[in-house]
């Protein structure tokens, strides 16, 4: 793809003052108005919609969970001290939400591998099957990591879980996801992601010391962005999606919770992760289930017959740039609420920087199957999809360290092999 901005010339033009100025107007009402859809949004969740009615049967389970588990005494206690105690002399203590997710599992077992205290929270929501998750957790089980059931939006389970253990770092990974199903149910988007961030955020500033936050953002903040490749010095005020809204809602809560009370954040833009133990919301992953089944698959097309294409990331470098982030993650500044200097903030892209069109996609996927696929080409849908996506890394790999070192043939391939060994004709196995 071609890098489509171009430098003024000098002398070529003047831009009168008055244009400019209603053009900067018309900016600022826009904005305005983005952020007050979001913040209107926010409190229409929190006062007129019950958790209840964002996921009913996962919730009425949570609310079950949560009168018949006892999240208090000693058993309880013992098994988060245990999960969260770093076995290393110098590991970190961290609470991983969201740890039976995609992502979640997978930084969640590397950082116990190593060495480091972790202690997982997640709510095991219906958006996907919630048995995928329940597999996530048996493995994460096995090398000693406790999922703590619950919610990040409820503050008498995270006030318990501070009180247990001085988490030296949060890796804050629950959120809604994807950018389709914002259309169906934006309420859960921002009872997740804006409400459920400031949750995490309020406890860690109060929290004495407090911990350093690691947390995920989006490429899909990029949004309408024509200038390739993304960069973190890109403009993010087009948002093409209420995810990609209130991912961007996020990176400026982050900013005022570092301003105002001192905490350390670092804000990760992933770009489409893929591998094995995937979300099955995700193409690489349908794509291979209808491949198998037979079914016709749709391939999209942008404007004008143009190509859509992704910043395939294979999950293993996405791990290593989490770690990396938590790594160099400097110690907060404030304690107990209270800023007492300047504390560190940052947004890095992790992407793989080598975008591929869908459709190469669907042809690794048809080598690795031995099957054709049926393929069904048709426009994109006006649903929040843009229709590329471009990691500039070059921020990460100097400040991180962070080189991926997947191609997309190699990792298609590394989950094709966990795909076939987990749905077993047609059945789940936990191999």
Same mark, same amino acid.
């Given at each position: 793809?071609?890098?489509?901005d171009?430098?003024?010339?000098?002398?070529?033009?003047?831009?009168?003052?008055?244009?400019?100025?209603?053009?900067r107007?018309?900016?600022?009402?826009?904005?305005?108005?983005?952020?007050?859809?979001?913040?209107?949004?926010?409190?229409?969740?929190?006062?007129? %919609?019950?958790?209840?009615?964002?996921?009913?049967?996962?919730? /009425?389970?949570?609310? %079950?969970?949560?009168? +018949?588990?006892?999240? @208090?005494?000693?058993? =309880?206690?013992?098994?988060?001290?245990?999960?969260?105690?770093?076995? @290393?002399? $110098?590991?970190?203590?961290?609470l991983?939400?969201?740890?039976?997710?995609?992502?979640?599992?997978?930084? &969640?077992?590397?950082?116990?591998?190593?060495?480091?205290?972790?202690?997982?929270? /997640?709510?095991?929501?219906?958006y996907?099957?919630?048995?995928?998750?329940?597999?996530?957790?048996?493995?994460?089980?096995?090398s000693?990591?406790? !999922?703590?059931?619950? /919610?990040?939006?409820?503050?008498?389970?995270?006030?318990?879980?501070?009180? *247990?253990?001085?988490?030296? $770092?949060?890796?804050?990974?629950?959120?809604?996801?994807?950018?389709?199903?914002?259309?169906?149910?934006?309420?859960?988007?921002? $009872? &997740?992601?804006?409400?459920?961030?400031?949750?995490?955020?309020? =406890?860690?500033?109060?929290?004495?010391?407090?911990?350093?936050?690691?947390?995920?953002? &989006?490429? &899909?903040?990029?949004?309408?962005?024509?200038?390739?490749?993304?960069?973190?010095?890109d403009?993010?005020?087009?948002?093409?999606?209420?995810?990609?809204?209130?991912?961007?809602?996020?990176?400026?809560?982050?900013?005022?919770?570092?301003? !105002?009370?001192?905490? @350390?954040?670092?804000?990760?833009?992933?770009?489409?992760?893929?591998?094995?133990?995937?979300?099955?919301?995700?193409?690489?992953?349908?794509?291979?289930?209808?491949?198998?089944?037979?079914?016709s698959?749709p *391939?999209?097309?942008a404007?004008?017959?143009?190509?859509?294409?992704?910043? =395939?990331?294979? *999950?293993?470098? *996405?791990?290593k740039?989490?770690?990396?982030?938590?790594?160099?993650?400097?110690?907060? +500044?404030?304690s107990?609420?209270?800023?007492?200097?300047?504390?560190?903030?940052?947004v890095?892209?992790?992407?793989n +920087?080598?975008?591929?069109?869908?459709?190469?996609?669907?042809?690794?996927?048809?080598k690795?199957?031995?099957?054709?696929?049926?393929r069904?080409?048709?426009?994109?849908?006006?649903?929040?999809?843009?229709?590329?996506?471009?990691?500039? !890394?070059?921020l990460?790999?100097?400040?991180?360290?962070?080189?991926?070192? +997947?191609?997309?043939?190699?990792g298609?391939?590394?989950?094709?092999?966990?795909?076939?060994?987990?749905?077993?004709?047609?059945?789940?196995?936990?191999?």
């Amino acid at each position: 793809m071609k890098h489509i901005d171009s430098p003024s010339t000098p002398g070529k033009f003047k831009m009168e003052k008055a244009p400019y100025n209603r053009l900067r107007l018309q900016s600022s009402i826009a904005k305005l108005t983005f952020w007050s859809f979001v913040f209107v949004g926010m409190i229409f969740v929190f006062f007129y %919609r019950s958790p209840s009615s964002l996921y009913p049967a996962s919730s /009425d389970l949570s609310r %079950r969970s949560l009168r +018949t588990s006892s999240y @208090s005494g000693p058993n =309880f206690e013992k098994k988060v001290r245990q999960s969260a105690k770093p076995r @290393s002399r $110098h590991g970190m203590s961290v609470l991983v939400t969201g740890a039976a997710g995609f992502v979640g599992t997978h930084v &969640s077992a590397s950082l116990k591998r190593r060495g480091d205290g972790v202690l997982g929270l /997640d709510n095991f929501n219906s958006y996907y099957d919630p048995s995928l998750k329940r597999a996530r957790q048996t493995l994460l089980e096995r090398s000693g990591v406790y !999922i703590v059931e619950g /919610d990040i939006n409820d503050g008498e389970l995270l006030a318990k879980l501070f009180d *247990i253990v001085p988490f030296t $770092h949060v890796m804050h990974l629950a959120a809604q996801a994807g950018v389709r199903f914002a259309m169906e149910n934006p309420s859960s988007y921002v $009872h &997740s992601n804006i409400a459920g961030l400031v949750s995490v955020l309020e =406890f860690c500033k109060n929290a004495n010391p407090q911990p350093a936050i690691v947390w995920a953002s &989006s490429s &899909s903040v990029y949004g309408l962005n024509t200038k390739v490749p993304f960069s973190e010095r890109d403009r993010t005020d087009q948002p093409a999606s209420l995810y990609a809204a209130t991912k961007k809602a996020g990176e400026e809560i982050a900013h005022t919770y570092n301003h !105002i009370y001192g905490l @350390s954040l670092t804000g990760l833009r992933f770009f489409t992760v893929y591998g094995p133990w995937g979300r099955p919301d995700m193409a690489y992953f349908f794509f291979t289930r209808d491949i198998l089944k037979g079914k016709s698959i749709p *391939i999209f097309e942008a404007v004008n017959h143009g190509t859509v294409a992704r910043d =395939f990331t294979f *999950i293993e470098d *996405i791990v290593k740039g989490c770690l990396a982030a938590l790594d160099t993650a400097e110690k907060s +500044t404030g304690s107990g609420g209270k800023k007492t200097g300047p504390a560190q903030l940052r947004v890095y892209n992790l992407g793989n +920087t080598s975008p591929v069109p869908v459709g190469d996609l669907v042809s690794i996927l048809e080598k690795l199957l031995k099957v054709k696929a049926k393929r069904l080409v048709m426009k994109m849908p006006r649903n929040g999809d843009v229709p590329f996506t471009h990691a500039n !890394i070059s921020l990460a790999e100097r400040e991180l360290g962070y080189k991926p070192t +997947t191609d997309l043939h190699t990792g298609l391939k590394k989950f094709v092999q966990w795909y076939l060994s987990y749905y077993v004709d047609g059945k789940k196995s936990t191999r």
